[in-house]
């Protein structure tokens, strides 16, 4: 099943007036948490509405539980409710371009049991290329009442990691970048390196050279190694960066496949848990 809607779909679907389609902004930059809203506000797809990484799609971090922990998941469907969004509403997300955002609010509604949700191809930048309009007008909302769902089943915390650590029908994913993994570079967090024995899929690796998301048979080889019998738990710094590999591992048939919201930053808030560096 694909979860990547084309700009030429999305403008078909807007050109043909389908009401029930709700288009959300999630640009961010970790380097500047208000730049996003700012860049909002001065042009975005028409109609569409703004939502928070930190504000909207976080919790507060604690001592535990990593950098952007998942919110209050009966908060979180309040409020989405509250923009417009029930189990009707077909929601299109978009970043700037294939950036990481988008597919953490395709998983964090994914996770509550919306069926329709997907990650524009390209971003903004990809429409704005098409020669598209922009707008600065901000939409009124169309408060509904989201029902969640909540998959249980598709997340793990750290120590059901720890108590997979060993075994063979379980696979880690680090999506990070190689350095990374490596422990060679590490700028955010105390320690560097990687969860023992996880192997590493950086996320960017599920975008061809021109930066669009690769179509199903270059998906299946970039996944060649890993089994669709094993279960796949998927983890980052903090539970964004994860969420690509999330979603092109099921696009492409995984059926077990889950989030480590808190990650490598949550691992390494408990001062036992040991860090490899170098390759698993």
Known sequence: MSYIISVDRLKKRLNNHLDNTLIVDVRFRLDDENAGQKAYLESHIPG?????????????PQKHGGGHPLPDMDMFAAKMGNVGIDHDTTVVVYDQDNGMVAPRLWWMLHHLGHENVYVLDGGLDAWIEAGLDTSREIPELNRKTFTPHVRDQDTVDMLDVKARGTESDTILIDSRSKVRYLGQQESMYSKA???????????KSVLDEQGFW???QALEAHFQ??????????????????????????????????????????????????????EA
């Open 193 to 203: 390196g990687h969860i023992p024995g996880a192997v590493n899929y950086f996320w």
């Open 225 to 278: 190694d890993i089994s669709k019998d094993v279960e796949v738990i998927v983890s980052c710094g903090s539970g964004v960066s994860a969420c690509p590999n999330i979603l092109a591992l099921k696009s492409i048939g995984y059926p077990n496949v889950k989030l480590y919201p808190g990650s490598f930053s949550d691992w390494i808030s408990y001062e036992d848990n040991v860090v490899h560096k170098g």
């Open 48 to 60: 569409a509405i703004y939502l928070d990484l930190n504000k909207d799609l976080s919790g507060k």
């Open 214 to 216: 690769k179509d199903t």
